[in-house]
């Protein structure tokens, strides 16, 4: 979980902004709009969480496993870029 004040903000934005997608597919179906329209807002809230799983998930690999960087002294590069690596392929593979 994002424990910097910023970090926080910015996810409780993102989830502000699902919330609103939400509510917008809420109307399109009590409303009979047109099913590709329906999709596509389907799509976009599909799109949104996996962005914000990404992000949680990618703060929770810096904050457990970047103190260990400090640690190794000469290693730090190393870890460093394995999890960026790691952040990177969650990206990748949640989209």
Partial sequence: M??????????????HRIQGQLNSLERAVDEGVACPHVLQQIAAVR???????????????????????????????????????AVELVHKYTK
């Fill in 2 to 15: 994002p424990h910097s004040a910023e970090e926080r903000r910015k996810v409780l934005s993102r989830i």
């Fill in 47 to 85: 799109g949104a969480v996996h962005g914000l799983m990404s992000e949680v998930l990618a703060s929770h690999l810096r904050e457990t496993f970047g103190p260990f960087a400090d640690v190794l002294g000469d290693g730090s590069q190393v870890l460093t870029n394995s999890i960026d690596d």
